[in-house]
């Protein structure tokens, strides 16, 4: 679990890809600090697992799931990367819970600067929209953002100049694509809906006939 709150950026070093898969080394300072094999670092809001670590680079195994669904694909060396390390129970939760398992991604199709910030306006698939809420939480590329507006194509998120300096969103251009995860609130509650729904029209389908068939009357 983490907070989307990212603690540095990190380089790519090397990607090695297999046919579905890939093997990336991370240059970084903070996140190793602590760091043990097994470790989870969120990478651009994906969830990996730490395999191997040196003093300044970490190396990771990206699973073919994970190629389909994610940026992590398009990564060459040289590439910058948002990282965080997971949450512990004792920090403080300044961002929101973000698990690092994203949903899909999105398409910037605008930078507008108002200001000190800049409007990030991304496009993301049909089926994502529908958890995306005015002023609720979003993670985009791994940081923790609060949306300032949504319609039915498209949402836009204002950006700081601190989150500017500390992260790669804004080095990222029109037509790029980024990572989303929605806050998982809004899935537990479909996810609950949907299952009470299924479960009435089970009942529903209880009447005279059924149970004279199972010899009820």
């Excluded at 973000?98 to 000190?116: P, Y």
């Excluded at 609720?136 to 609060?146: F, V």
């Excluded at 319609?151 to 990572?179: A, C, M, Q, R, Y």
């Amino acid at each position: 679990m983490f907070t989307g709150l990212v603690e540095e950026v990190g380089i790519v070093q090397s990607v090695l890809k297999g046919i579905k898969s890939a093997k990336i080394v991370i240059k970084a300072n903070k996140v190793l600090e602590d760091v043990k094999l097994g470790d989870s670092i969120s990478t651009n809001g994906v969830c990996l697992t730490v395999t191997d670590f040196k003093d300044n680079t970490f190396s990771v195994d990206i699973m073919a799931e994970t190629m389909r669904r994610s940026t992590l694909k398009n990564l060459i060396p040289g590439s910058k990367v948002n990282l965080e390390r997971a949450l512990r129970l004792d920090d403080r939760l300044g961002g929101h819970l973000v698990s690092g398992h994203i949903d899909g991604t999105g398409l910037i199709s605008s930078l507008d600067r108002e200001d000190n910030a800049v409007w990030v306006t991304i496009k993301p698939s049909t089926d994502l929209l529908k958890y995306i809420i005015h002023k609720g939480s979003i993670a985009i590329d791994g940081i923790s953002l609060t949306v300032a507006y949504v319609d039915e194509k498209v949402f836009k998120v204002s950006i700081i100049p601190h989150t500017k300096d500390v992260t790669t969103l804004l080095d990222k251009s029109i037509g790029d694509e980024v990572n989303l995860e929605c806050d998982m609130i809004g899935k537990y509650i479909e996810k609950l809906i949907n299952f009470n729904r299924k479960t009435n029209n089970a009942k529903n389908s209880i009447d005279m006939e059924f149970l004279s068939k199972h010899g009820f009357c």
